[in-house]
């Protein structure tokens, strides 16, 4: 786990605004970066990783941070993150909700949909970015509390700020990989008493949890549909869609959205062709693939790979 910090004093005053935005979207997310102020961006950030789990803590002058509509579908990020205030006062929007935040409060809010961090002064945050994939949080759960303020002093919420400091100080120790999946874990179960503690809870679907397994395990099968799927389960094809529904998702959905997401992991990573990474996570049909991709991200496999 290398403790990795980033100062714009580092750089030379002509480049430093454009080396700023990069740092952050580099540890972050992709993100519109605006300074408020009008002299020299100021600002730091510290990075760790354990496991899969992004822990950053960022201070700087007065911004406006922006995720648009288009950020989020060219990209890959697929997180539900935490921001805790260390210092300043920001206004969090996201799904329709406005949250105002201050030292030792937080927000949860999710990468895969816009939202807007507005700061009124300089400002310093401890940010936690968690996969969601690794949370048996349904969809509607996890929408349902983003943009709502969490006092960092009470009831579950005090859990938070001496979990971050205690991550901030052991950060920088050699941990054994399966002790840093360990700590992922700790931090998720966390994300999870989180969000129950103020939406109420279903209880997790056991046909819904077996479809996503299967479904998961069975991407690269070019025939791949519900109705596989809801044999596989032995459920209905009806009450597939309904369990799915219920957990605001559908079935042709979660198999699409898995598949583009392989396939845009293999882009960056394989050497293989682009025809056969679609054929590797079951969309043999190169230019249906392509349109797909396209469709989901805002550019072709060629040109993310190119990028």
């Not at 859990?159 to 998720?188: F, H, K, N, Y």
Request: glycine share 6%; hydrophobic share 40%; net charge neutral.
């Amino acid at each position: 786990m290398t403790l990795v910090t980033i100062d714009t004093s580092a750089v030379a005053e002509s480049d430093r605004l454009d080396f700023w935005r990069s740092t952050v979207c580099d540890n972050f997310v992709a993100l519109n970066v605006a300074p408020t102020g009008t002299g020299l961006v100021a600002g730091r950030v510290t990075a760790a990783n354990v496991a899969d789990t992004h822990l950053r803590r960022i201070s700087s002058v007065p911004h406006t941070f922006e995720r648009t509509e288009r950020q989020v579908r060219r990209a890959d990020e697929d997180y539900l993150q935490i921001a805790l205030a260390r210092r300043g006062r920001t206004l969090v929007v996201q799904d329709g909700r406005e949250a105002v935040i201050g030292p030792g409060e937080f927000v949860l809010y999710d990468s895969s949909r816009p939202f807007t961090f507005a700061t009124s002064d300089s400002f310093e945050y401890s940010v936690c970015l968690h996969p969601k994939r690794d949370l048996p949080l349904s969809a509607a759960e996890m929408a349902s509390s983003t943009a709502i303020t969490f006092d960092g002093r009470r009831g579950v919420g005090a859990l938070l700020p001496p979990l971050l400091s205690s991550l901030d100080r052991a950060v920088g120790d050699d941990l054994p990989e399966a002790g840093q999946a360990a700590v992922a874990r700790t931090i998720g179960d966390l994300f999870v008493a989180l969000v129950r503690s103020r939406v109420p809870a279903g209880a997790q679907n056991l046909h819904l949890v077996r479809a996503r397994a299967y479904i998961d395990d069975h991407l690269a099968d070019p025939d791949l549909d519900p109705a596989q799927v809801a044999a596989a389960c032995a459920i209905s094809l009806s009450y597939l869609h309904k369990v799915f529904a219920d957990a605001d998702e559908s079935v042709a959905g979660r198999i699409r959205e898995q598949r583009l997401q392989g396939a845009w992991a293999d882009l960056r990573r394989s050497d293989l062709p682009i025809g056969a990474v679609g054929a590797r996570w079951g969309m043999p049909d190169p230019a249906a693939f392509s349109r797909s991709f396209r469709t989901r991200f805002g550019l072709s496999p060629r040109e993310h790979r190119r990028s």
